[in-house]
């Protein structure tokens, strides 16, 4: 039974507790199937999305999900707020938890903001992405996705490519996907690539075309120059040249092989718009997995307990 207060990182979670995630996605994703895709399963419980980067993607999900539940909702972003003032996130927390809120759902620039705020308040954490260190609903809908069209990941090949080293979402999928068994290779141009990246658990391939010749999965990421302290690559234009999943990459990989991308996406830089659009994507299905994980992770985190949950969704 999952028991956990926080949703921090996928690090500290068991391929149980994953799964039970997952498992529990997949009951509110027929939900959201239905012609009034609404369930009162936290019904006057009050939720704080506290946003301090900017989203598209996880900020709406996070607010969908929360009212698909049933649950009051308040929006905070830095911008605005009394942040510009000079007040501190523990400050800005407290503040808000004194107008009684039960969760705090939060995305910060800072790695290890999601812990810091976990560890001084009484309020479940749910990180919403945390500088370069976490994403954990992102790598559960990237892992929801990769379950429905590929079954069982034991023994599946999955490659991430691009920026790994500034990247938080490639960190959360490698913790993910090796927990459930799938076998992880992270490629892209080396000063990209940390150096012990193998650690965990992960193979390192230079060589696009190797990377991808035997994937079942290709999970292409958004080059994030506006986290690079120094230029690490000369330019988009010589990124594209090696590392872009075009027309002619796509032909190495099997047939079978699907593409995703967490976004946002730059086109015709880390992927073409002729890949991004094309029959092989499954990015938007990705976005709509999106809602399903966040219902599942707002239940469970908030003390729902899967085994009942057939009689709440009646
Ligand atoms: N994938 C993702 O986190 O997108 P947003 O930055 O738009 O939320």
Redesign the pocket.
């Known amino acids: 039974m999952f028991q956990q207060k926080h949703l921090l990182d996928l690090e500290s979670l068991s391929a149980e507790e994953i799964t039970e995630i997952l498992d529990t996605a997949d009951s509110f994703r027929q939900v959201l199937e239905r012609p009034i895709p609404k369930v009162p399963v936290l019904r006057a419980k009050t939720i704080a999305n506290l946003f301090f980067e ?6 709406i999900s996070f607010e969908l999900a929360e009212k698909r539940l049933s649950a009051d909702v308040v929006n905070f972003s830095a911008s605005g707020s009394s942040v510009q003032k000079g007040e501190t996130l523990r400050d800005t927390a407290d503040n808000i938890l004194a107008m009684k809120v039960d969760m705090i759902v939060m995305r910060h620039p800072d790695s290890g903001a999601a812990r810091y705020l976990a560890q001084r308040v009484s309020a479940s954490v749910i990180n919403a ?1 945390d500088g370069m260190h976490a ?1 954990p609903t ?1 790598a559960l809908l990237d892992l929801l996705t990769l379950r429905q069209r590929l079954g069982d990941l034991q023994g599946r090949k999955v490659t991430i490519v691009g920026d790994i080293a500034h990247s938080r979402v490639a960190r959360s999928n490698i913790w993910g996907l090796t927990k459930l068994g799938a076998e992880v290779t992270v490629c892209g141009p080396a000063p990209m690539i940390p150096a012990d990246i193998e650690t965990l658990g992960c193979q390192v391939e230079f060589d696009f075309g190797s990377a991808i010749g035997d994937a079942d999965a290709v999970n292409v990421l958004r080059i994030q120059l506006e986290r690079q302290k120094h230029q690490i690559f000369p330019g988009n234009r010589e990124y594209a040249r090696a590392f872009r999943l075009d027309r002619e990459m796509l032909r190495r990989t099997p047939e079978h092989c699907i593409i995703m991308h ?3 996406m730059n086109r015709d830089v880390e992927i073409s718009t002729e890949v991004a659009d094309g029959p092989r994507q499954v990015i938007l299905d990705q976005v709509t997995n999106g809602v399903a994980v966040r219902m599942a992770v707002l239940y469970l985190v908030s003390g729902g307990v899967r085994e009942t949950l057939g009689e709440n969704l009646e």
Do not use: E
Not at 54 to 59: D, F, L, M, N
């Open positions: 900017p989203s598209t993607r996880t900020r992405g994403h992102q967490p976004g946002p």
